[in-house]
């Protein structure tokens, strides 16, 4: 259990690399698929243009989908993005960056198996086998057919063993005719998506240098947040459950401490430590009422020395401050409530 705890801590502090990592092994798994992918022609006039392009394009946009489904922080996303206004804005501008972030890694699956799709051309030369220029490249010499007919021949190209129209056009040469297409169309895909994956990554900070900090900044801040919001969270429904269990075995057993007159037991210390990491709330309607006025009501993004609350209010508001020579004690700053 160690190692495991170990590993995932290790993923959570190297999120990022992480992330690349899966975006990788996500291309891989992207070319694998299509190899071991048994690519079956209709090789009929009104399907195969549905066929070649659903192979084309449907299998690229489930991957992309699958890489916002294995990000983590497109929860973190949605939850920034839906939450209440309360006393923190929301920066468009971090949302923004948040999910070109993400976009970016889950485009690089489909991205593989689109050039990988083209450059092989069996998509192409399927989809769009019935548009060969006969004129140019077939028999001038063969007798005319109707374009239905003309269609119905065209249409078989991609199976060799049923084409029955070499006196019209040899299959070698609509093949190798269409697949020259489709692979200049993956050269240009894969020079493309270079090109742009360069303008992104190395010229966008440099249009707007303080703006992309300030998103990047704040961005890791909400990621950041979340996971020390969980693990407070988890600290403290860890005590509150060791207290309680704790209380209700002290409970059953105060008869048989008093039927055999021994004096009660001091509570251990890892009890009064737990007790001390409840931080005030020791019910679960305060717990509740805590969690619903985090999500409506996160605290602004100013950190100020805390104050002695008295009651319901907080002590030391509207006094003098300290004289400089004054002993100061020192504090830990925190996030109003304010």
Excluded at 8 to 31: K, P, W
Excluded at 146 to 165: D, F, H, M, N
Excluded at 203 to 230: G, M, N, T, V
Excluded at 266 to 293: C, F, R, V, W
Aim: aromatic letters at 10%.
């Amino acid at each position: 259990m160690d190692k495991f705890r170990m590993i995932f801590q290790f993923f959570q502090s190297n999120q990022e690399s992480f992330m690349n990592g899966i975006c990788g092994i996500m291309a891989l798994a992207s070319t694998q698929m299509y190899s071991a992918f048994d690519f079956n022609c209709p090789c009929l006039p009104h399907y195969n243009l549905a066929y070649g392009l659903g192979i084309l394009l449907v299998p690229p946009f489930i991957l992309f989908l699958l890489g916002f489904v294995l990000n983590n922080n497109i929860s973190m996303l949605a939850e920034e993005w839906r939450r209440p206004q309360g006393q923190r804005g929301k920066d468009p501008a971090v949302l923004r960056y948040m999910f070109c972030s993400m976009a970016q890694r889950a485009m690089i699956a489909p991205a593989v198996w689109v050039s990988v799709t083209l450059l092989d051309g069996k998509c192409i030369t399927c989809a769009f086998c019935t548009s060969v220029p006969v004129e140019t490249l077939g028999n001038a010499s063969h007798p005319r057919l109707s374009q239905g007919e003309t269609e119905r021949v065209l249409a078989q190209i991609p199976c060799k063993e049923i084409y029955s129209g070499q006196q019209l056009i040899a299959n070698e040469v609509a093949v190798r005719y269409l697949r020259c297409i489709s692979q200049a169309l993956g050269w240009c895909f894969v020079l493309l998506m270079t090109t742009l994956a360069f303008l992104v990554r190395s010229l966008r900070p440099c249009f707007s240098q303080a703006a992309f900090l300030k998103s990047r900044y704040w961005s890791h801040y909400i990621d950041i947040e979340r996971k020390l919001f969980d693990e407070t969270c988890a600290e403290h429904a860890r005590s509150f459950a060791k207290v309680c269990i704790q209380q209700f075995f002290e409970g059953m057993s105060t008869d048989l401490v008093a039927a055999r007159c021994h004096q009660p037991r001091k509570a251990p210390a890892d009890a009064e430590e737990a007790a001390e990491k409840l931080l005030g709330i020791t019910d679960q309607g305060t717990m509740n009422m805590a969690l619903k006025s985090w999500h409506r009501c996160k605290p602004p993004l100013h950190l100020h020395p805390p104050a002695l609350p008295t009651g319901n209010s907080w002590a030391g508001e509207g006094q003098p401050p300290m004289h400089p020579s004054a002993p100061r004690k020192e504090t830990a700053v925190y996030y109003s409530w304010v």
